[in-house]
């Protein structure tokens, strides 16, 4: 059973920082895209960051040049680093791969994570 796991949201000042990590675990998996996503109350889920198995990263225009994600292919995970927070970024944070299985067969499908709340208040 293919799971992610997401870990190190909580509650920042204004200005402040936190990391992010999401861990791939399954058997015989092969992690492809990664990503993160975010759900502000009343709001739609939207697109924080993606990263490609080889390292190529895509970026959310209100995040450019604050969030930073990278990934260690040998552990399967995933990070956002982030940085000069602000209350405009409270959300829950999900995390996202695309991940392939080896097993009786081959499945190649798409995951989300159960998400991290991520609150900018002082």
């Known amino acids: 059973q293919v799971q992610l796991v997401e870990s190190g949201g909580g509650l920042v000042q204004p200005g402040g920082s936190l990391r992010l990590s999401c861990a791939a675990s399954g058997s015989s998996i092969t992690v492809n895209a990664m990503g993160w996503y975010r759900q502000a109350p009343g709001k739609r889920r939207e697109l924080v960051a993606t990263?490609?198995?080889?390292?190529?990263?895509n970026y959310a225009d209100s995040v450019m040049g604050r969030f930073a994600i990278s990934r260690d292919n040998a552990k399967n995970t995933v990070y956002l680093q982030m940085i000069n927070l602000n209350p405009e970024d409270t959300a829950v944070y999900y995390c996202n791969a695309r991940i392939v299985q080896l097993g009786d067969g081959w499945s190649d499908m798409e995951y989300w994570g159960k998400g991290t709340l991520v609150t900018v208040s002082s």
């Open positions: 990263i490609s198995r080889s390292g190529s990263t």
